[in-house]
């Protein structure tokens, strides 16, 4: 695991506030429930800042971003780099 | 509007090339179509969908995402004389069999000749759509390859005919039909534009609301066809992953008016970084309007402080009451009030222990603040009544009773619910309100329903996939939706006994169980889950869960759940 997923592990246990859970890269995120869709924005805007790439709106779906592996892979797809 | 018998009409009288709808994809991806364009792709829909023996009077489901081609679609149907409903296409969330099953109910009780797909829509999903032999899926034409006028049979659409089916919550066999004639369309439609001053030379439409949603339908696609204005639309799930897009297609296009839910007047400036807003301009918005939530005033006041320094005149943020019973509105905000709707404060006491609204100066210790949802449209009438049915004077709450002359015909094939629903010709809308000054002030809802960022959601849904989890003791679990200041609108919270004390020592699998299987059924996210030992759970005398008196047990044990009616002011 790379440290930028971890640091995106870290953001997204504080943001959904349960304790005993345990979340690691491939862990579902959406489709589990743990997130929902108003959250995915925080999600995005910190993956932004990880990646120091901007995600267009339009080319990311929430099952891009279900779990924090396929997260970075849709960064690396379809975001562009920040000048 | 009345001069035209029917939408189709109004659609033909529209000017040829003005632009109708801008689908928004991204910044460098967007498609246009003039009023023209749109009538030629709806007619070659219209003849797709007659080559499948689609006659008048038969009803469509179109189960598409938000596109050209899902109104054109619709607008195809209509010009057959044929009745579509827009459903909610697949998420990724939601198991294909549970889609499944929802879909099988709603289009079962519509008898649909015809469910209309894209090609979007997912292979895995394809074989959950095939219902029965009489109900043909079909995949939705190109219309952009179709160069040439499609000539349609002559075909006479009188007013009172069935113009369309609006479904308005729930997932499964709860989920109800609004059937709406053209006449009553027309009319609402003629009301609000009437309301809102509208003109077709000088507006236009902002929307990311979903098409199955009377606001997203009504306000979003059939007023602007209507009144021949242009309407930008983007997709719910692009707009709630990127708020920030509204600002920039706001700014792009100039656009003068949105319908958005509570929440979003928080959503935005909360997820639009600060850095970025002065990239934006709002200055062209004449009426953002709160509406399908109650009506927050810190909500619109957030919004409004955030966005005065981009061009956000005062004044332009208003509030309307809406349902798909009454085809839309039923109250709209002065839209010459140069301070947007009122906000009146009242004693907090008073209000709770008698329900009853003292006005009050706004500094007053426990002062309650609500925020009008505006003034009646015309030929509407509205009445507040006691649990009895007993008419209330002004200053008392009680629940809404809606008259108006484009009220629904009833719902789709069902006379039982109809007949519950109305009272010697009024509609019970199940929600709280009261009246002051002309003005409504809707507080909340008597009936059982949960509005989650502007999406009514049934309790019994959830309930019935929570209990069926095997450590819950059957019928042992109440939804509701408890309001979240963060968030602006209300968040999913579920209370449930467990079978055996025992099972409480480790409550987290549980808990991510359930989660799973309601984001599975349904495709929402519980936000808190209480397991409760047995017997916890208040029963009303049928055996049944009592879904109020459990509420207030769990807010006694749980005061951290703050549930105003109102705002109160911090003493």
């Given at each position: ?5 971890q640091?995106?592990?870290e953001h ?8 005993g859970?345990s ?9 589990s429930g743990?997130?929902?869709?108003m959250?995915l924005v925080?999600?995005l ?8 790439r901007r ?9 891009d971003m ?16 920040r000048? | 509007?009345a ?5 189709i009409d109004a659609l ?6 003005r632009?109708?709808i801008?689908a928004w994809i991204?910044e460098d991806e967007?498609?246009?179509v003039t009023?023209?364009?749109?009538r030629?792709?709806a007619?070659?829909?219209?003849k797709?969908l007659s080559?499948?023996n689609?006659n008048?009077?038969?009803r469509v489901?179109i189960?598409?995402s938000?596109s050209?081609p ?8 209509m010009?057959l004389?044929a009745?579509?409903a827009f ?7 939601v ?10 109910g709603v ?8 469910v209309?797909?894209d090609?979007?829509f997912p292979e895995?999903?394809?074989e ?17 390859s179709?160069s040439?006028d499609v000539?349609?049979p ?14 308005s919550?729930g997932?499964t066999?709860?989920?109800?039909g609004v059937a709406l004639?053209h006449?009553a369309?027309l ?9 809102l001053k ?6 236009s439409?902002y929307?990311?609301l979903?098409?199955y949603?009377d606001m997203?339908?009504i306000?979003c ?5 209507i009144?021949?204005l ?8 692009d707009w709630?992953m990127?708020?920030?897009t509204?600002l920039?297609i706001m700014?792009?296009?100039k656009?003068?008016l949105?319908?958005l839910?509570n929440?979003a007047f928080q959503?935005?400036?909360r ?6 807003w002065?990239?934006h301009?709002?200055?062209?918005a004449?009426a953002?309007?709160?509406c ?8 619109i006041l957030e ?10 005149k ?7 009451y809406?349902?798909?019973e ?11 009030s140069?301070?947007g709707p009122?906000r009146?404060?009242v004693d907090g006491q008073r209000f709770?222990s008698m329900?009853?609204v003292?006005?009050v100066?706004e500094s007053t ?6 925020t ?10 509205i009445?507040?009544v006691?649990?009895s049915g007993a008419?209330?004077?002004h200053?008392?709450v009680?629940e809404?009773?809606v ?7 009833g719902y ?7 007949g519950?629903?109305m009272v010697?010709g ?6 709280l309100?009261f009246?002051l000054?002309e003005?409504?002030y ?6 059982d329903l ?10 019994q849904?959830i309930?019935e ?9 059957d ?6 939706g408890i309001?979240?200041?963060n968030l602006?609108t209300?968040?999913i919270?579920?209370?449930a006994e467990v079978?055996?004390?025992e099972?409480?020592?480790d409550?987290v ?14 495709g929402?996210s519980v936000r808190t889950i209480f397991?409760?030992p047995?017997k916890?759970i208040?029963?009303s ?6 879904r109020s008196i459990?509420?207030?047990k769990?807010?006694r044990?749980?005061p951290?759940?703050n ?5 109160t002011?911090h003493e």
């Amino acid at each position: 695991m790379t440290a930028e997923e971890q640091q995106m592990i870290e953001h997204i246990v504080r943001l959904i506030r349960k304790t005993g859970i345990s979340i690691d890269e491939n862990t579902p995120l959406v489709s589990s429930g743990l997130i929902d869709s108003m959250a995915l924005v925080d999600l995005l805007l910190k993956l932004e800042d990880l990646t120091n790439r901007r995600i267009p709106a339009g080319k990311v779906q929430p099952k891009d971003m279900n779990t924090v592996a396929l997260m970075f892979a849709t960064a690396l797809r379809v975001g562009k780099v920040r000048k | 509007m009345a001069r035209f018998r029917n939408l189709i009409d109004a659609l033909a009288d529209a000017p040829g090339d003005r632009p109708f709808i801008t689908a928004w994809i991204d910044e460098d991806e967007r498609e246009t179509v003039t009023f023209a364009e749109f009538r030629r792709h709806a007619r070659a829909q219209a003849k797709a969908l007659s080559d499948r023996n689609l006659n008048a009077g038969d009803r469509v489901v179109i189960l598409m995402s938000q596109s050209i081609p899902a109104m054109a679609t619709f607008a195809g149907a209509m010009m057959l004389g044929a009745v579509p409903a827009f459903l909610a296409p697949p998420n990724f969330k939601v198991e294909a069999s549970k889609y499944r099953a929802g879909l099988a109910g709603v289009t079962a009780n519509l008898k649909a000749k015809v469910v209309v797909i894209d090609d979007e829509f997912p292979e895995d999903m394809m074989e959950h759509v095939y219902l029965s032999e009489e109900a043909q899926v079909i995949r939705a034409i190109d219309g952009k390859s179709v160069s040439a006028d499609v000539e349609l049979p002559e075909l006479e659409i009188r007013p009172e005919n069935l113009a369309f089916i609006q479904h308005s919550a729930g997932t499964t066999g709860l989920q109800k039909g609004v059937a709406l004639t053209h006449a009553a369309v027309l009319t609402q439609v003629e009301h609000l534009a009437h309301a809102l001053k509208i003109d077709g030379t000088k507006d236009s439409v902002y929307s990311w609301l979903p098409l199955y949603h009377d606001m997203g339908l009504i306000a979003c696609f059939i007023l602007p066809m209507i009144c021949h204005l242009r309407v930008v639309i983007q997709s719910p799930l692009d707009w709630v992953m990127h708020p920030e897009t509204m600002l920039q297609i706001m700014t792009e296009y100039k656009c003068t008016l949105a319908w958005l839910p509570n929440f979003a007047f928080q959503f935005v400036p909360r997820r639009t970084p600060p850095n970025r807003w002065q990239q934006h301009d709002l200055s062209s918005a004449r009426a953002l309007i709160n509406c399908s939530e109650p009506v927050r005033s810190s909500s619109i006041l957030e919004f409004e402080n955030a966005f005065s320094t981009i061009g956000l005149k005062s004044g332009a943020l208003h509030s309307s009451y809406a349902m798909a019973e009454n085809v839309f509105a039923v109250t709209q905000s002065d839209i010459n009030s140069k301070s947007g709707p009122p906000r009146i404060w009242v004693d907090g006491q008073r209000f709770r222990s008698m329900h009853s609204v003292a006005p009050v100066a706004e500094s007053t210790p426990g002062a309650v603040s609500f925020t009008s949802s505006g003034r009646l449209l015309p030929n509407t009438e509205i009445r507040i009544v006691s649990d009895s049915g007993a008419p209330l004077a002004h200053g008392l709450v009680g629940e809404i009773l809606v008259k108006s002359d484009c009220l629904f015909t009833g719902y789709y094939n069902r006379p039982d619910i109809t007949g519950k629903a109305m009272v010697e010709g009024w509609y019970q809308t199940g929600d709280l309100g009261f009246t002051l000054a002309e003005e409504l002030y809707v507080i909340g809802r008597k009936k059982d329903l949960l509005i989650v960022g502007g999406e009514n959601l049934y309790p019994q849904d959830i309930e019935e996939i929570v209990a069926n989890h095997p450590a819950i003791h059957d019928g042992r679990a109440v939804a509701m939706g408890i309001y979240n200041p963060n968030l602006g609108t209300e968040d999913i919270v579920v209370v449930a006994e467990v079978e055996r004390m025992e099972l409480l020592a480790d409550t987290v699998e549980i808990e991510t169980e359930i989660r799973n299987l309601v984001v599975l059924g349904i495709g929402v996210s519980v936000r808190t889950i209480f397991l409760k030992p047995p017997k916890w759970i208040v029963k009303s005398t049928a055996g049944k869960a009592a879904r109020s008196i459990t509420r207030e047990k769990l807010f006694r044990e749980h005061p951290e759940l703050n549930d105003e009616a109102g705002e109160t002011k911090h003493e």
